[in-house]
């Protein structure tokens, strides 16, 4: 556990980068992301894509988000879909959260589940803070976590509706939930980095990243949520929540400001959003974002009641 020192200024604590071997770790997530063909998805160089995944600074930036809509300490914390496990890492490390992180081990999830138990060996932290398993079979009990996070999860899991379910079930009574989900009703697809058609059915997207020379296979791994298609999910738990957010104040505070980092494909989206800028379209754009739902990510905020 760290000091309180160290909980009061994460930038004195032990970084991710610390690890002896890092640049092993950092080839071990490209060779993963090579082995399941990521390359012939995204035109960032793999090696920022995995840079970016193992920075301090964007975990730092993730766990603000967090605190935007909870208090972290003392709480009990969970990530489904923990990658690397960076953000488990260094919340023990550099913040003392307790938090506790679920990844499958099968296909490109083996890399990350490989590194992210790599990084808890390293920092002497408990190997079950990081688990072998699915969103759609979370191994806790009912009502045993106070905020339950997931990022760029739940368009890759087999089953959005259970992954929910599962999120819900192993959360107390007022606990958070907080979901951060690409948006296929907006204008921009983050995994290709390339801008998007609204509502696309999956044959036309396929179509169409083959026009960027992009493997349309990908397209088969997701699931193209929009925000009217996650409302049809949470349908069944109506009673048992409350959506307090979807992000929308979030999404037009960085298209008005620019003020967002450009990690990974989001590089490309800045300079789109800067376009919008240039051209004096900030106002109209968020106007029809507002209507048509074209906010993106979506920041899905459920409170359990």
């Known amino acids: ?28 997530l490209i060779d993963g992301f090579v082995r399941t063909g990521f390359d012939r998805v995204t035109r960032v160089p793999l090696e920022y894509v995995v840079q970016d995944m193992l920075s301090d600074a964007r975990i730092d930036e993730q766990i603000g988000e967090m605190r935007r809509y909870m208090d972290l300490e003392g709480k009990k914390i969970l990530e489904v879909g923990s990658g690397c496990g960076a953000l488990v890492t260094r919340g023990r490390v550099a913040y003392g959260l307790d938090i506790s992180g679920i990844e499958p081990s099968v296909n490109e999830f083996t890399a990350t589940l490989d590194v992210g138990r790599r990084l808890l060996s390293h920092f002497n932290l408990p190997p079950n803070a990081l688990q072998d398993a699915f969103g759609e079979a979370i191994p806790f009990p009912d009502e045993h976590f106070d905020f339950v996070y997931s990022s760029n999860v739940l368009e890759h899991v087999q089953s959005p509706q ?42 036309m997207a396929k179509l169409y990243v083959r026009m960027f020379g992009r493997d349309p296979d990908y397209i088969d791994t997701l699931n193209l949520l ?62 029809m974002s507002r209507v048509f739902h074209w906010e993106t990510p979506l920041v899905l905020a459920v409170r359990k009641k």
């Open 226 to 287: 929009s925000k009217g298609r996650i409302e049809k999910l949470l349908r069944p738990f109506k009673e048992e929540i409350e959506v307090l957010d979807w992000g929308s104040s979030v999404f037009e505070h960085r298209l008005r400001s620019l003020d967002f980092s450009g990690w990974a494909a989001l590089r490309t989206a800045k300079k789109i959003a800067g376009l919008v800028h240039k051209l004096q379209l900030v106002k109209p754009a968020i106007v």
């Open 1 to 28: 556990m760290p000091s309180a020192t160290m909980q009061n200024r994460p930038d004195l604590a032990p970084k991710l980068s610390d690890h002896p071997q890092f640049a092993k770790l950092k080839q071990i």
């Open 162 to 203: 259970k992954v929910i379910s599962e999120s819900l079930r192993v959360l107390k009574p007022g606990g958070l939930l907080l979901f951060v989900v690409p948006n296929y009703g907006s204008w921009w697809e983050g995994h290709y980095g390339i801008l998007w058609l609204p509502h696309m059915p999956a044959w």
